[in-house]
């Protein structure tokens, strides 16, 4: 679930719903006390955070369903139900692709279809957004298809004109409705209709003041959409404009999902520039990137269009005969259940961890707040609840959306940018921003100090000569919210996600050294006993648990121990594929062919270098391409290009 910056959110969900302010006191709310004519102008004039009770009324006044829009989860939602969610949004991702899933995402709304959650609101929008998807991929009537989406915008936004809505922000299912209204039709041969639908989303995107991660989350595919139709309409120039914004954007924050269909659309656009020979390495990139996500028919397609269309021959090295299954999607959930607030949703969990005041919120916030957050008096600063989350293996954007003040707002969009460019190894960059936000009180104490600490270490880790004192830094960052951390206890500690990265560095640094590598296994072992143990939601797990696997299995590869990397090396790709982490996988495609080839099995590891190398190429990751490069030289004879 997203955050938002709260009183843009109102002021610009207030003007679509054409209501002035006035207008707003005239309506019958609960708890109009908190609300006046005053304090809605300060609200939108970004001098006033609006408490939960203002938020309350003001949804109410605008008929927001306010359940649905704090904790958009209703009563009896158990984790086989969200479960289901996962898995259709997984299938439906992969139906185009594989015919089972195609199936199993059909036989997922039909289900939902007869529960009494998806019978109204948020949750009922949801359901109609993946069967107007699954009509598309099946090309049904499109007519019938453009009335089902249009009565599902209706749900919450009953003054939808697609003539009209240019100036209105698009929140919950929305956007994703209307990319398939595009895609229908252009299907039906409407390329222009289609672009000018897909450039009013991306304008309706861009005015919700919704956090940026997860706004791009939504504008890749919809980007991917335009590219599509503008090379259809011929405007080449434009679909590769659009193609660099798409692959930028998902290279970002996004998890690279879609990087391989950019990367094709951009080839077919310098072919029909007459730019052959540089659309040769980008149709590379595609198909192994599709084959590295299991998108085999994508992949297929691709190579007979190359060879039949093109006269471009890509060599495969066998990746074409291997046909790699589609993992089914086992995505873990804790239970969630009906709650009147953030606090309630927030105990219920403490309880089911069995944790006390103290141990929830040692090193994170003082346990007053913590009681005034659980008993409504108190809304908490998003890194303090995020980490609260953490502490309890859930992750926060799944339960509930986040209304921030503009400070809280920015300073989580500034956290956010620095994390991604140090991420993306923009080390001068992150480093100015981190340097900004250690300025502000939010980042002097706690969980802030924590983020700038930790940051600053991976940004100097590269310059320092003293591995210990890198080491001791390490342990510092753990111990700001954890004081009495011990390195002997990982397996039965519950650790946030900043200490789990602190954790997974110091196991780096003890697989380095011979004389400590052995502590550093362990110490991997246990960090993934605890992420195994107490990260109850996939969602929280997967932001670290793929890198520490992977970087455990280069460390048992690399003292001989092939046998026991293996079966982790499989356990990993499922994992990432399951939750889309595309960037993720030519790693473990590098460690399951090193394993392969040691173990005898040198013809079965050459595909599996080949993704590596093409996949880390598609990334643009240079140093991780030229090492699978000369690892392929060495023991294959084959010069990658």
């Known amino acids: 679930m997203p955050s938002f910056f709260s009183n843009d959110f109102f002021l610009k969900y207030r003007k679509r719903k054409r209501i002035a302010q006035a207008e707003l006191l005239k309506r019958e709310i609960e708890d109009r006390d908190d609300i006046s004519q005053i304090s809605i102008m300060r609200i939108e004039e970004k001098k006033h955070k609006p408490s939960s009770k203002s938020i309350k009324a003001l949804a109410e006044a ?26 259709l949004q997984y299938y439906l991702l992969y139906a185009t692709n594989h015919d089972i899933a195609y199936q199993k995402a059909t036989e997922i709304i039909l289900e939902l279809e007869h529960a009494d959650d998806f019978a109204q609101g948020v949750n009922r929008q949801f359901l109609l957004s993946c069967k107007a998807i699954a009509r598309e991929i099946s090309e049904a009537d499109p007519k019938e298809t453009m009335q089902l989406i249009i009565d599902a915008v209706a749900i919450t936004y009953p003054e939808y004109d697609e003539a009209t809505f240019d100036d209105d922000a698009l929140i919950f299912y929305e956007a994703n409705l209307l990319l398939t209204k595009a895609q229908t039709y252009k299907r039906i041969g409407q390329l222009q209709t289609a672009i000018d639908l897909l450039m009013r989303i991306l304008e309706g995107l861009d005015r919700l003041p919704q956090d940026e991660r997860d706004k791009e989350q939504q504008l890749v595919p919809v980007l991917l959409t335009l590219a599509q139709c503008q090379i259809h309409n011929g405007d080449y120039k434009l679909a590769l404009e659009t193609c660099q914004i798409g692959y930028d954007t998902s290279m970002k924050r996004n998890k690279g999902f879609y990087l391989p269909d950019f990367a094709h659309i951009k080839a077919l656009c310098m072919v029909s520039l007459g730019q052959k020979d540089n659309a040769t390495p980008l149709l590379k990139q595609a198909y192994f990137g599709y084959s590295l996500l299991r998108r085999n028919k994508n992949a297929s397609d691709l190579l007979q269009f190359a060879k039949d269309n093109l006269n471009i021959i890509i060599e495969t090295y066998g990746v074409d005969t291997m046909q790699l299954p589609l993992p089914e999607p086992d995505i873990a959930h804790g239970n969630a259940k009906k709650f009147e607030t953030f606090g309630e949703l927030l105990n219920d969990f403490r309880l089911d961890a069995d944790l006390t005041y103290d141990s929830l919120c040692e090193g994170i916030c003082g346990k007053t707040t913590l009681e005034n957050i659980i008993k409504g008096k108190q809304q908490g600063n998003p890194m303090v609840l995020e980490a609260l989350m953490q502490r309890l293996g859930r992750d926060i954007d799944k339960y509930i959306n986040t209304f921030l003040g503009e400070e809280e707002f920015y300073n989580k969009q500034k956290r956010d940018k620095a994390n991604a460019l140090i991420a993306n190894k923009k080390f001068a960059e992150g480093e100015k921003l981190i340097n900004e936000l250690a300025t502000d009180k939010a980042f002097a104490q706690r969980i802030g100090e924590q983020f700038i600490k930790l940051s600053r270490v991976i940004i100097n880790e590269r310059h320092l000569s003293n591995d210990t004192a890198h080491f001791e830094e390490l342990l510092d960052v753990v111990r700001v919210t954890n004081k009495k951390f011990d390195l002997r206890q990982v397996a039965t500690t519950r650790l946030t996600y900043y200490e789990v990265v602190a954790v997974n560095m110091m196991a780096i640094y003890l697989c380095n050294n011979k004389k400590s590598r052995h502590k550093g296994l362990h110490l991997y072992d246990d960090l993934i006993a605890s992420m195994d143990k107490y990260y109850v939601d996939d969602v929280a797990k997967m932001r670290m648990y793929p890198t520490v696997l992977n970087n455990y299995t280069t460390t048992l ?49 050459l595909p599996y270098l080949a993704l590596s190398y093409y996949g880390d190429a598609l990334m643009e990751n240079p140093l991780l391409a030229d090492i699978t490069s000369s690892y392929a030289k060495d023991h294959f004879d084959i010069e990658f290009n």
């Open 62 to 87: 605008m008929e927001l369903p306010f359940d649905t829009l704090l904790i958009p989860y209703f009563e009896n939602q158990t984790s086989h139900m969200l479960q289901q969610r996962d898995q």
């Open 557 to 605: 590869e690399t003292i001989g121990q092939y046998d026991d990397a293996l079966p982790i090396i499989d356990a990993g790709e499922v994992f990432s594929i399951v939750h889309k982490q595309f960037k993720k996988l030519p790693g473990f495609a590098f460690n399951k062919s090193w394993g392969l080839l040691e173990t005898g099995r040198k013809e079965e590891g």
